[in-house]
């Protein structure tokens, strides 16, 4: 399962996310939502202001959780690290690196084709990153098995391409390169006027404006399948907007 595994299940038909329940009252705790109501009963579901749900997904670097704001009264996506070896313990100083990269890295941008991070810190020995939580799927998941696609399905999928394309082009405008581009790390949702793609997951970007990045001179990380033949051979050039 991809890294930022945090998009709802699909359970609409035809392929398309739910649409989005009306947002609650940030100041009316009787306008929460039932189950919100539930697990806030339980201690263990709390994480500072957060009431914890349930587990979205897992990849190399953490796991992530549905949960709610309970200052704001909204869902978001909570991205908790992996702490060090399998018994625990404190997380080694390269993971640490990358998982503030990516909080920093997606925390500078502003743009409604790129997950959206609210918060980043440490709480109890526990690295978190707190993130837009999106009410869809993945593209991997909602382009489905290979098929012959009707002119109607190319032409939406060219509009979640070029959404795509402006989320990225808004990061290198940034001095961001994302580096790990796949269909895994982009969710779809459906908007009011139609379907919305942002990037997510910017664990192994490198921010060009400073020259810091989280690989070696020569190393490569990264999907193989999805690599440039210059990221392929540690040979990263820059990007430009």
């Given at each position: 399962m991809a890294d930022y595994g945090y998009a709802e299940p699909e359970e609409a038909k035809g392929g398309h996310?739910?649409?989005?329940?009306?947002?609650?009252?940030?100041?009316?705790?009787?306008?929460?939502?039932?189950?919100?109501?539930?697990?806030?009963?339980?201690?263990?579901?709390?994480?500072?202001?957060?009431?914890?749900?349930?587990?979205?997904?897992?990849?190399?670097?953490?796991?992530?959780?549905?949960?709610?704001?309970?200052?704001?009264?909204?869902?978001v996506a909570i991205k908790v690290m992996r702490t060090g070896g399998e018994a625990g313990g404190e997380p080694d100083a390269e993971s640490l690196a990358r998982f503030q990269r990516e909080a920093c890295g997606a925390a500078m941008l502003r743009h409604p084709n790129v997950v959206q991070v609210y918060e980043a810190g440490e709480r109890d020995g526990t690295w978190f990153i707190v993130l837009e939580y999106v009410r869809g799927q993945s593209l991997r998941e909602w382009l489905g098995s290979p098929t012959i696609p009707t002119i109607a399905m190319m032409e939406e999928r060219l509009s979640l391409y070029r959404q795509a394309c402006r989320g990225l082009a808004a990061a290198h405008a940034a001095g961001i390169v994302h580096r790990d581009l796949k269909p895994e790390n982009m969710l779809v949702e459906e908007g009011p006027d139609g379907l919305i793609l942002k990037v997510s997951d910017f664990g192994i970007c490198k921010q060009v404006s400073?020259?810091?990045?989280?690989?070696?001179?020569?190393?490569?990380?990264?999907?193989?399948?999805?690599?440039?033949p210059e990221q392929a051979m540690g040979r990263f050039r820059g990007a430009s907007p």
């Open positions: 996310p739910r649409p989005a329940p009306p947002s609650p009252s940030p100041d009316s705790r009787a306008d929460d939502p039932v189950e919100v109501a539930e697990a806030r009963r339980n201690p263990k579901r709390r994480f500072g202001k957060f009431t914890v749900m349930d587990l979205l997904g897992e990849g190399g670097m953490g796991k992530v959780y549905r949960a709610w704001d309970e200052t704001l009264g909204r869902w400073s020259g810091r990045a989280l690989t070696a001179t020569g190393e490569s990380l990264g999907t193989p399948a999805y690599m440039s």
